[in-house]
């Protein structure tokens, strides 16, 4: 999947661009609190919101943690295991430094439980929870940012269930690291924590795989990578082939390129499957913009990503104005890799058009009229070289649509709205008219010219 603009931000914050960040001394704090909070408040969030007005230190500012989902200062987590969720705050005290709070939720309303010792002066880049050893008790985890590399600290810590245990736990496990990820590596049922650290002067990299066993964290195996690249994006550990598993990491290389490697577990060890070793396997491709690794059918395997042009562009369009296929590919489990789903998205990766596997002889184009995000969808020809429109994708502004309705109306256009988020509308507009009667064609699931059912089921859009 291409990559949230947020997401890579973060990322190159924290990569290439860290180090010069720290030393300056910048702090990754964001106020005012309320915009931190869920964007839809309940009940709950409102009395956790006065209660911490109380419980937070004078002029201290909550800050967001970095490579979180949920993109916010306040994470609601079962830390202890005890069916309860408590709120872990991250904020900065007076000094700019970062520190974590845990409340938790009493008949009385929330109240303080404890404050982790740990601290760090640049932010905090993690804050989860995992069954590691499948006992039934959590494993929480806090990657706290450090100067210069690696640029985390990950410390996992045993929040006590028991009444009146309210002091701060101590550290369990004290791990290094620049990209990080948990998930089942090796197909044993319990999930595992990858951690790349990434050495930019000496050009090195590797990746270890931690197992939490007997109270402690045990690295399981360790593999190279690739240390030439500007920073590690992500790392993804789990299935990728039936009875295969292993870790994918996605690596950020040049202006906005990026590249993929696939490590499978086999016999004790990562072993690297993609890109192959060997000259003579299949061709190992950079792709021109970023892309990220990811479940892109949803059978729960993970798959590579890779572009591929829009066929049909002409020999002057400069490389920055390329139009790209993404394809996502599947091990086979042995030596091979297969299309497993494909799909257009737009440059401001605001929406998606999913490509059957049955459509043949087609490309995109940008039309000559209308705003960057529109796209064309042509019949094409590639011997020939003959194209010949079938429907375009426009973009409008959610005030100005009423209009441009009223004008697909005027002129009897055949068009469908598709979708509308952020203050626009999307909609399709076809070059060949309604039949006559108004009677649509009768294109099924994968057909291709697609109908306006088949385009409402393949247009998505893009989470924000």
């Known amino acids: 999947m291409r990559i949230r603009r947020h997401f890579i931000r973060k990322a190159l914050l924290l990569g290439g661009l860290a180090s010069l960040l720290l030393a300056a001394g910048c702090q990754y704090t964001t106020t005012p609190a309320d915009l931190l909070m ?13 209660a911490l007005r109380t419980i937070l230190p004078l002029q201290a500012k909550l800050s967001v943690v970095t490579h979180e989902e949920a993109d916010s200062a306040i994470l609601q987590l079962d830390g202890d295991g005890d069916g309860r969720k408590e709120a872990f705050v ?10 974590v709070m845990v409340l938790e939720q009493t008949s009385d309303g929330w109240r303080q439980r404890f404050t982790f010792a740990e601290t760090s002066a640049y932010g905090v880049d993690v804050l989860r929870d995992a069954d590691l050893d499948g006992d039934g008790i959590p494993e929480l985890m806090i990657g706290w940012n450090q100067f210069g590399e690696p640029q985390h600290i990950l410390t996992l810590y045993h929040i006590g269930r028991e009444a009146g245990e309210t002091g701060p ?10 990209t990080m990820g948990i998930g089942d590596a090796d197909g044993d049922g319990s999930p595992e924590i990858g951690l790349i650290q ?68 086999e016999d004790g060890k990562l072993v690297q499957i ?41 020999d002057g369009v400069p490389y920055s104005d390329l139009l790209w296929i993404e394809v996502d590919k599947q091990w086979n489990g042995r030596g091979g890799f297969l299309v497993v789903a494909r799909r257009y998205a737009d440059a401001g990766d605001t929406y998606a058009i999913q490509i059957p596997s049955e459509w043949t002889g087609f490309t995109f184009r940008r ?8 796209i064309a969808l042509d019949a ?51 070059h ?23 385009m409402k089921r393949l247009f998505k859009l893009q989470a924000p």
């Not at 736990?169 to 620049?178: C, G, H, I, M, T």
């Not at 270890?208 to 590690?232: H, I």
């Not at 950079?286 to 066929?311: F, Q, Y």
């Not at 039309?367 to 529109?374: I, K, L, Q, T």
């Open 169 to 178: 736990p101590k550290p369990l496990a004290e791990l290094p690291y620049d």
């Open 198 to 265: 990434l050495q930019r002067l000496k050009l090195t990299a590797g990746l270890d795989l931690y197992r939490f066993t007997g109270g402690e964290a045990v690295k399981a195996a360790s593999a190279p990578l690739d240390g030439s690249v500007n920073a590690y994006l992500q790392v993804k550990l789990g299935q990728l082939a039936p009875d295969k598993y292993g870790v994918v990491g996605d690596a950020a290389i040049g202006s906005n390129s990026s590249t993929t490697t696939m490590l499978a577990w």
């Open 274 to 314: 993609y890109p192959p070793r060997s000259p003579s396997d299949e061709n190992v491709q950079t792709n021109a913009n970023a892309v990220l690794s990811g479940d892109a059918n949803g059978d729960g395997m993970l798959d590579i990503p890779l572009l591929a042009e829009a066929p049909g562009q002409s």
């Open 432 to 454: 060949d008219k309604l039949q006559e009667g108004g009677r649509l064609s009768a294109a099924g699931p994968g057909s291709f010219p697609p109908d306006e059912a088949e």
């Open 367 to 374: 039309p000559a009229d209308g705003s960057p995000s529109d």
């Open 38 to 50: 869920a964007p839809k408040p309940v009940p709950e969030n409102a009395a956790l919101t006065e």
């Open 90 to 99: 991250v904020f900065a005290d007076e000094s700019g430094t970062q520190r």
């Open 380 to 430: 094409y020809d590639e011997e020939s070289g003959r194209r010949a429109e079938v429907l375009t994708v426009r973009v409008a502004a959610l005030d100005a649509w009423d209009d441009r309705e009223s004008k697909l109306q005027a002129d009897e256009a055949r068009y469908l709205k598709l979708g509308a988020a952020d203050g626009l509308v999307y909609y399709a507009v076809w």
